[in-house]
C-alpha cells in the first residue's frame, strides 16, 4: 500500500500558491509556503519508500536463511 503522505498533495492543489500554511513541528506549527510543505510531503514519501524497499531486501534475506 502506498503511504498516507502520498494522498495528500491533491487536498492542497487547488489552493493558490500564496495561502499560508503551517508545518506539524513537534509540538508546534511553523509558518511555511505551499512549495515548502509540497517538498517536505515529496520527500516523506521518497524516504519511506526507499526505507520499504530496504526492509522488503531484509526480509527476503531473513526469509532464506
Excluded: C, I, N, W
Amino acid at each position: 500500500p502506498r503511504p498516507v503522505v502520498s494522498l495528500s498533495p491533491p487536498a492542497h492543489q487547488p489552493l493558490p500558491d500564496e495561502t499560508v500554511m503551517y508545518e506539524g513541528v513537534g509540538r508546534m506549527f511553523v509558518k511555511t509556503t505551499k512549495q515548502e510543505v509540497r517538498e517536505a510531503l515529496t520527500q516523506k514519501v521518497e524516504s519511506s519508500e526507499a526505507k520499504v524497499a530496504q526492509l522488503e531486501v531484509r526480509g527476503g534475506r531473513t526469509r532464506r536463511g
